[in-house]
């Protein structure tokens, strides 16, 4: 009889054990990476790329982005990214399929073994602390942080607004100790935007760093012959996206030109603004002079360093990316013929620097290149014309009506450190969780002296209304997520960028941080955007890839 049990027992652990190779086998073959699976992830990503262009080339168009009928469509486009990129991600990992791509590269034994002989054994202990993986994770888990920030606030809403009768039904329900809004629908619209500008921004990045068939080879080609890395082209969707972006901008920037010369007061010939009516407050299709200044000023030392790029990488002998270079000059000159005094000092500040960047660091360092005396003196000769021809239509365009209110910007700063002082109230009331995304304007309200003092949707003041609304952890949040993309390209892997490209990307970016402290950039999608589609390039980019 114990026999016989213990048989029987036998056979229902051989049962159970069999049942369950089954399952997992089936499981496998789930999982399995398929061909259908290869044909969807390309789908995902070449679709991926016109959405990407749509949104790069329409946004400043479509009224900078400043309507609500523009912000949903751009929001709209924005969550396609998002899925497609949920696509892409999840055949990569649940299927197991490995794309080429930059941030990982092929011939892993080689590239690994000439590391080991390059590299000394000092450097190679100093990069252990930052890893582009540890970054993208950090970034990753700070992005759901914010988005999660934003929800929290407005599902623990303490109060919400009504526009129509300047009153706030107060919610009694709110937990004080977590972050709270008080107008729950700003806020909501608020997190549906943001949610769609995250979506924008790892799209934008996961995009680049696809590799198509042609450069893998190429790469491979490199790492096995010894390649040094020196002396790269930009991958093929970087470079089509910046050219999208340059020539995008010079059209806009004639436009504004036009526009400003017909003195219609219409946007783009045909809306004209309940806000600033007259012709010379706005630019191009801005309704507002300083926000089509600021999207300028971040636009152009980029382009500038895409031209920079491909002069080192072609020289002299194709003439077409020469029209990046004039595209680059017709927007520097814009903010200056904009009349906005910010725009104008700030494009004047990076113009500077730039300038004098470009010019030392292409003589000093011109002995590590093999380039002959000739081509450096063009470069130079082209350079010197970029800015000189910049400034000079700038100026002879602008500068009758912008030198007057120059002379009155003490005036203007006054009055804006006035409305400061209005808000820095709002900060101390509310220093932790401020007071909820997107609610500045109505909250503003109970902080005016009288019903005469001024009532501004924006403080002009990006810096501290970010404080006003988000409060000290939110903000802390931002601030730590733009120092990781910073950080980014100090870390091994991805695209090679070079020092001056990625200089003038910072001093792009630095110079819309600065109109950020006397104006409301980041309130401007087509600005934000702009700027985190800069951000996604610069988490894409690396010293050494």
Same mark, same amino acid.
């Given at each position: 009889?114990?026999?016989?049990?213990?048989?029987?027992?036998?056979?229902? *652990?051989?049962?159970?054990?069999?049942?369950?190779?089954?399952?997992?086998?089936?499981?496998?073959?789930?999982?399995?990476?398929?061909?259908?699976?290869?044909?969807?992830?390309?789908?995902?990503?070449?679709?991926?790329?016109?959405?990407?262009?749509?949104?790069?080339?329409?946004?400043?168009?479509?009224?900078?982005?400043?309507?609500?009928?523009?912000?949903?469509?751009?929001?709209?486009?924005?969550?396609?990214?998002?899925?497609?990129?949920?696509?892409?991600?999840?055949?990569?990992?649940?299927?197991?399929?490995?794309?080429?791509?930059?941030?990982?590269?092929?011939?892993?034994?080689?590239?690994?073994?000439?590391?080991?002989?390059?590299?000394?054994?000092?450097?190679?202990?100093?990069?252990?602390?930052?890893?582009?993986? /540890?970054?993208?994770?950090? !970034?990753?888990? !700070?992005?759901?942080?914010?988005?999660?920030?934003?929800?929290?606030?407005?599902?623990?809403?303490?109060?919400?607004?009504?526009? &129509?009768?300047?009153?706030?039904?107060?919610?009694?329900?709110?937990?004080?100790?977590?972050?709270?809004?008080?107008?729950?629908?700003?806020?909501?619209?608020?997190?549906?935007?943001?949610?769609?500008?995250?979506?924008?921004?790892?799209?934008?990045?996961?995009?680049?760093?696809?590799?198509? =068939?042609?450069?893998?080879?190429? &790469?491979?080609?490199?790492?096995?012959?010894?390649?040094? /890395?020196?002396?790269?082209?930009?991958?093929?969707?970087?470079?089509? !996206?910046?050219?999208?972006?340059?020539?995008?901008?010079?059209?806009?920037?004639? &436009?504004?030109?036009?526009?400003?010369?017909?003195?219609?007061?219409? $946007?783009?010939?045909?809306?004209?603004?309940?806000?600033?009516?007259?012709?010379?407050?706005?630019?191009?299709?801005?309704?507002?002079?300083?926000?089509?200044?600021?999207?300028?000023?971040? $636009?152009?030392?980029?382009?500038?360093?895409?031209?920079?790029?491909?002069?080192?990488?072609?020289?002299?002998?194709?003439?077409?990316?020469?029209?990046?270079?004039?595209?680059?000059?017709?927007?520097?000159?814009?903010?200056?013929?904009?009349?906005?005094?910010?725009?104008?000092?700030?494009?004047?500040?990076?113009?500077?620097?730039?300038?004098?960047?470009?010019?030392?660091?292409?003589?000093?360092? *011109?002995?590590?290149?093999?380039?002959?005396?000739? +081509?450096?003196?063009?470069?130079?000769?082209?350079?010197?014309?970029?800015?000189?021809?910049?400034?000079?239509?700038?100026?002879?365009?602008?500068?009758?009506?912008?030198?007057?209110?120059?002379?009155?910007?003490?005036?203007?700063?006054?009055?804006?450190?006035?409305?400061?002082?209005?808000?820095?109230?709002?900060?101390?009331?509310?220093?932790?969780?401020?007071?909820?995304? /997107?609610?500045?304007?109505?909250?503003?309200?109970?902080?005016?002296?009288?019903?005469?003092?001024?009532?501004?949707?924006?403080?002009?003041?990006?810096?501290? =209304?970010?404080?006003?609304?988000?409060?000290?952890?939110?903000? /802390?949040?931002?601030?730590?997520?733009?120092?990781?993309?910073?950080?980014?390209?100090?870390?091994?892997?991805?695209?090679?960028?070079?020092?001056?490209?990625?200089?003038?990307?910072?001093?792009? $970016?630095?110079?819309?941080?600065?109109?950020?402290?006397?104006?409301?950039?980041?309130?401007?999608?087509?600005?934000?955007?702009?700027?985190?589609?800069?951000?996604?390039? !610069?988490?894409?980019? +690396?010293?050494?890839?």
């Amino acid at each position: 009889m114990e026999a016989g049990g213990q048989s029987e027992k036998t056979a229902k *652990a051989t049962r159970t054990a069999a049942e369950l190779s089954s399952r997992l086998s089936r499981l496998m073959k789930r999982r399995a990476l398929r061909a259908r699976d290869v044909q969807l992830y390309r789908v995902c990503d070449e679709l991926t790329g016109p959405l990407i262009y749509f949104m790069a080339v329409v946004g400043p168009w479509v009224f900078g982005t400043t309507q609500s009928w523009s912000i949903w469509l751009m929001n709209g486009a924005a969550y396609a990214l998002g899925l497609l990129l949920a696509g892409k991600l999840a055949i990569r990992w649940l299927k197991g399929y490995h794309p080429p791509r930059w941030d990982q590269p092929i011939g892993r034994e080689v590239n690994s073994l000439k590391s080991k002989v390059q590299s000394p054994e000092s450097e190679r202990r100093g990069q252990v602390g930052m890893s582009a993986s /540890g970054l993208t994770a950090i !970034l990753a888990w !700070l992005t759901v942080a914010i988005l999660g920030y934003c929800l929290v606030s407005v599902l623990n809403a303490r109060a919400t607004f009504h526009r &129509e009768e300047l009153s706030f039904a107060y919610h009694h329900s709110f937990i004080r100790w977590l972050p709270h809004s008080f107008d729950s629908s700003r806020s909501w619209s608020a997190f549906w935007t943001y949610l769609g500008l995250a979506f924008s921004f790892w799209a934008v990045r996961d995009w680049l760093l696809g590799k198509s =068939e042609v450069e893998e080879r190429a &790469e491979r080609r490199k790492s096995q012959l010894g390649g040094d /890395g020196s002396g790269f082209f930009l991958p093929a969707r970087l470079r089509r !996206l910046l050219w999208a972006l340059a020539v995008n901008g010079g059209l806009l920037g004639l &436009e504004g030109i036009a526009q400003r010369l017909e003195g219609s007061g219409k $946007l783009l010939f045909l809306v004209k603004p309940r806000v600033n009516p007259a012709a010379d407050t706005q630019f191009g299709p801005y309704a507002y002079r300083a926000n089509a200044s600021q999207y300028f000023n971040l $636009l152009w030392p980029v382009c500038l360093a895409f031209w920079w790029t491909l002069n080192r990488s072609f020289g002299f002998k194709r003439k077409a990316y020469h029209l990046v270079l004039v595209c680059c000059g017709v927007m520097a000159a814009c903010p200056i013929i904009s009349t906005s005094r910010g725009g104008a000092l700030v494009t004047v500040g990076i113009a500077v620097l730039a300038a004098f960047f470009l010019v030392a660091s292409h003589f000093v360092l *011109a002995a590590h290149r093999q380039q002959d005396r000739r +081509t450096r003196i063009t470069t130079l000769a082209a350079l010197l014309l970029f800015f000189t021809g910049a400034l000079a239509l700038g100026f002879s365009l602008g500068w009758k009506t912008l030198k007057p209110r120059m002379s009155q910007i003490s005036e203007g700063f006054d009055t804006r450190e006035q409305m400061y002082d209005y808000a820095r109230p709002m900060a101390r009331d509310y220093p932790l969780f401020g007071t909820g995304p /997107g609610t500045f304007e109505p909250v503003f309200q109970l902080y005016r002296k009288s019903t005469d003092t001024y009532w501004p949707a924006q403080l002009h003041n990006d810096w501290l =209304e970010t404080r006003v609304t988000f409060g000290w952890i939110g903000s /802390g949040l931002i601030a730590l997520a733009f120092i990781a993309v910073v950080l980014r390209w100090f870390a091994r892997g991805g695209i090679h960028g070079g020092r001056r490209f990625i200089i003038l990307i910072w001093l792009a $970016l630095a110079g819309c941080l600065v109109h950020a402290r006397y104006d409301f950039p980041f309130q401007i999608h087509s600005i934000v955007f702009l700027f985190l589609v800069l951000c996604a390039i !610069l988490f894409s980019l +690396t010293r050494r890839p």
